[in-house]
């Protein structure tokens, strides 16, 4: 404790703290522990504390707020041992504050409650914890009334606070709780003989016998549950440090463009609450770097100093140092997740916390009458699908057991096992194109394209379907499904219904990608193309056709431009074919003044149909989404008019870097 200042003296003290007695009334005392042990449970193993997260460094002033009202609670916490002290008859002395470490800390002088008894010494002891956890029944209550979740944050501050004041190898309020229960004034010199009396061949040392049998257990009890405790603590403190700094960057990164808007509008005080924002979204983040510094700069100057003139016990330590950097640089080497910001649909709960430790151990699939949890991503600017307005989604339904989906029979690669808890999409018909990319492989990632350009003459009708599909079942891999057809219709046909189909899924997937993208242009023609247009429609399909060889090497976000582009080169081409453009404005795109072609005025242009299966770099986490579509052909006017229709279905991953062109995984879209 450094600049330690009183602020009031014992006679304030007791004026201050005697309204706040009443609150260790033993009925108060139960309904306040029970609220708070339920809040603790909600906080931490219901709702989470991503959204939390979130909202609070996307709104620093939320975050100097919960700074503040954190301060101001371990101040309330002193008032806990005073009014405790109080309650047990005993005086108050003064109470101040200074500075440990970087931190505002505070004291209260309960000297007089020595002379109470075990029970009133033990009341004063707990007086603080208490009032923390009136402090997040408070908090708790206005989430409630307000629904900020930033909030929340309050209630794991004092948990923390109160963790850390449990702490028996300093003296926080711990030391004193374990002391007064078991009547050992001078702990410190007891912890660790109690501990080497465990020990088989211990158990007759003298200094491990001088406790009685029951505080023995105590001190053996309190210290093998808060020691592993605060362990896992500084464990999560150590692998969350990555995503805590990727969610600080970002915020301060906006805030800082907001600073600089604000000195360019000549606003000043908005510029300085900005940079006010800076410094409350730094300061835990400086706060937690310092700790964990000043941490690792006692334990090894501590390791060095016990192993002068040991070599083996040096080497030894030396060892362990070694293994807990690489452990470091493990849990803090930048990847595609590991820096990525919060998001505020995530939950960030323990077991969220032990699954992304340990995603192996993860339980998957669900069990008759579990509920489940899922996660829906909407394009930013959206409008959210209402009651009264939904918006139309494809829901999974299992099928009974034993059934098995209809085998596709496209003529490529045998496919892989299916296990999707719903059939397979039926074989593609004569004029349809599909493409179907199943993943069921961990760390790879499958794409499959479909370019297909169907003719449509002699009256017969048009009923081709155009799909897309992408299922996944694996960790860490990527489906890509794209489906690309072009239908020209040429002369009269009286039915006109093509279908545009796509739809993406993730079944059981842990950070995976799947993107299906449908696209189909329809064209009505009056009449067969000249030869020149054929030789220029030829020489653009060609180029279609190894643009989609070579799909796996573009960007999944530049794919539907560069499609609608061609579509654009397609209809040009028609538009500009002077024997293919309708002669009279009034007929229908269905109908033709003119007969149908020949046969050599609709040839087969090349067809391409290919799967791509190569090794990924990790894909970006991505629940299931789908989104079907289906288009038909509409009247046109006198020329050539185009029905375009890109069905896309995708299930996009929150944040994911797009990788080079030239790599083989599949950038985000």
């Known amino acids: 404790m450094k600049l330690r200042y009183t602020v009031t003296d014992p006679e304030r003290t007791r004026r201050i703290t005697a309204p706040f007695a009443v609150l260790f009334s033993p009925l108060i005392v139960v309904l306040v522990t029970a609220a708070f042990l339920a809040s603790c449970w909600w906080v931490l193993m219901v709702k989470g504390l991503a959204s939390a997260t979130h909202e609070a460094f996307a709104n620093p002033g939320l975050v100097l707020l919960i700074l503040v009202v954190t301060v101001l609670s371990a101040g309330f916490h002193e008032f806990g041992h005073a009014a405790a002290a109080r309650r047990g008859g005993a005086t108050p002395g003064a109470m101040g504050t200074g500075l440990y470490l970087i931190w505002p800390a505070f004291f209260t002088d309960v000297t007089d409650s020595y002379r109470l008894g075990r029970a009133g010494r033990l009341r004063t002891d707990l007086g603080g914890l208490y009032f923390n956890a009136i402090v997040a029944v408070a908090i708790m209550g206005i989430w409630w009334a307000t629904g900020f979740d930033a909030l929340l944050l309050v209630v794991v501050t004092q948990v923390l606070q109160m963790v850390q004041q449990l702490l028996p190898l300093v003296r926080f309020d711990g030391y004193h709780i374990l002391a007064d229960a078991t009547g050992v004034p001078d702990l410190f010199q007891r912890i660790k003989p109690t501990l080497l009396g465990l020990l088989p061949w211990r158990k007759t040392d003298p200094d491990a016998q001088v406790l009685k049998p029951w505080a023995r257990a105590v001190v053996t009890a309190w210290v093998l549950i808060t020691v592993p405790l605060l362990l896992f603590s500084l464990v999560l403190m150590v692998l969350s440090l990555p995503r805590l700094l990727g969610t600080a960057w970002d915020s301060v990164q906006k805030q800082y463009a907001m600073f600089n808007s604000g000195l360019a509008d000549g606003d000043i005080v908005d510029a300085a609450v900005r940079l006010l924002a800076i410094a409350a979204v730094a300061l835990p983040v400086l706060g937690i770097l310092y700790i964990l510094f000043r941490l690792g700069r006692q334990i090894i100057t501590a390791l060095w100093q016990k192993t002068r003139g040991k070599a083996l016990q040096r080497g030894t330590a030396l060892a362990v140092i070694a293994g807990v950097m690489a452990g470091l640089a493990w849990a803090w080497w930048p990847g595609a997740e590991s820096y990525r910001p919060v998001q505020p649909y995530e939950r960030g709960t323990l077991a969220d916390a032990t699954t992304a430790i340990f995603p192996a151990g993860a339980t998957t699939g669900m069990r008759e009458g579990q509920a489940g949890r899922t996660v829906a991503l909407w394009p930013a600017g959206a409008q959210m699908p209402t009651r009264e307005e939904p918006q139309l989604s494809m829901v999974l339904v299992p099928r009974d057991a034993g059934t098995s989906g209809t085998p596709g029979t496209s003529g490529t690669t045998a496919a892989p096992a299916w296990v999707f808890p719903f059939d397979r999409p039926a074989a593609p018909e004569e004029d349809g194109n599909q493409s179907l990319a199943v993943n069921t492989t961990d760390g790879s990632v499958v794409y499959d394209v479909a370019f297909a350009l169907v003719w449509a003459d002699d009256g017969e009708d048009v009923t081709t379907r155009n799909e897309a599909y992408a299922f996944a079942s694996c960790a860490d891999c990527a489906a ?130 290919s799967g791509h299966g190569v090794e990924p770099q990790p894909a970006g986490t991505a629940p299931a989404a789908t989104a079907p579509a289906a288009t038909s052909a509409a009247p046109a006017p006198a020329e050539p008019q185009p029905t375009q229709s890109a069905g896309t279905s995708t299930a996009p991953a929150p944040v994911t870097p797009s990788p080079d062109p030239t790599t083989t995984a599949p950038p985000a879209p």
């Not at 020489?539 to 560069?562: C, D, H, K, M, T």
């Not at 024997?579 to 009279?584: D, F, I, R």
């Open 480 to 609: 890509v499904a794209v489906g690309f057809q072009v239908v020209l219709i040429v002369g009269q046909t009286d039915v006109v219904v093509p279908e545009n189909l796509s739809a993406a899924a993730n079944y059981n997937c842990v950070q995976c990608l799947t993107y299906a993208l449908a696209s189909q242009l329809v064209l009505t023609l009056d009449g067969p193309l000249s030869d020149d247009g054929m030789t220029r429609l030829n020489e653009l399909w060609q180029q279609i056709a190894e643009y989609g060889r070579n799909l796996q090497n573009v960007p999944l976000s530049e794919i539907q431009g560069r499609l609608d582009a061609f579509k654009a080169q397609i209809m040009e081409v028609i538009e500009n074919d002077p024997s293919a453009t309708p002669v009279t404005g009034s007929a229908p795109a269905t109908t033709g003044s003119s007969p149908g072609p020949s046969e050599s005025a609709t040839p087969e242009l090349p067809r391409l149909h």
